[in-house]
């Protein structure tokens, strides 16, 4: 029997069936009795092996293989920012890869920081229902991640230096049988350094299946003035071609926010960051303190992170679906078309097979400017 999906306050009385496991690097298979097993000085069972030692450059470390049918329900990663070698953005070079199954490409792909919405090579506070970020680092995921026969998860360190001290936990739940109408978790990202005029950016296409759109993530650096945020949203869904099913009214808009996130203080008028259960704009570079290396920042572009989650409202799919966004602004009460840097990841179920993803970036190509 299958119930651990849709879990929520009223749901909590019920007894429920499943065996809950978790995974870490002390626990490695989430074996019954086996954790907290490795021994340190002070004794055996003492906090012995709590995280990955080192991931080498160019390693890529298999944080979990789990065998189904199960949910992964929780995931909480941290990493250092304590490397030498300061020419880097280790939440930019990390990538975090799930596989279903048997399947030999990944459904879910996206730089580390990205997938849990800080973008930038920076980690900031996020506050939402399914992605959590907590001082200093700490990432949590509560997306459900149902899978029938295998999960594996693996992090793989792009950076130019050996990264110490990887901790993490992977909680899940072991089922019986899955329903035959379950969906498998996916997660794409994508940058485009410099978007073109007149030309709507993508943020995911060719998913090709039933099921349902469930979160957007964007890090948008701005590269020219004025306002940014009048871009619309467009769904295209089961075969729209020139024109979208879903069409919103603006950037600020579809983030749940309005009228240029904008109050006056002191005679300027001030964007404000927010952060709620479905929507959020956790971040903005000229408002917040600078999170960076040892470089000058006086001269950087305005960075800003919004995310938003169809939980409440997802957008369902039978046959396909492609998720885009315009670049347009306004300056002196006109509206123009801009060019800006943007960034986004996708998040979606869909049945298997999926889509192979295009190759990821080169890692200089996904660094911030």
Known sequence: MFDVLGNDLSSLPYLRNGKTRSINWENRKGEKGKGGMAASDLGIGRKGSPCIPSIKTGETA?????????VIQHIWITVTDRISNRNCFILRDLVLRIYWDEEEEPSVESPLGDFFCCGFGASYPVNS????????????SYFPMPFRKKARITVENQCDEDLPAFFYQIDYCLQDKLPDNIGYFHSQWKRQRL????????????????????GTYLALTTLERYWYGEGEMKFYIDGDKEFPTICGTGTEDYFGGAWSFATQENGKTVENTYCTPFLGYPYYSNRDTLIHHDFHNDDQMPQRSFYRWHIMDPILFEED???????????????????????????????EPHQTFKK??????????
């Open 360 to 369: 990821l970036p080169e890692r200089k190509e996904r660094w911030p400017r």
């Open 129 to 140: 229902m399914p992605i959590s970020v907590n001082p200093t680092r700490g990432f949590n």
């Open 195 to 214: 978007t073109q005029k007149g030309e709507d950016y993508i943020l995911v296409d060719g998913i090709i299946g039933k099921g349902h759109y469930v």
């Open 321 to 351: 679906l492609k998720v885009t966004i315009q670049q347009i602004g306004v300056y002196h009460g006109g509206l123009f078309e801009r060019q800006d840097d943007v960034a986004s990841v996708a998040y979606w179920y869909q049945s």
């Open 62 to 70: 298999t944080l979990a293989e789990i065998e189904g049918p199960a």
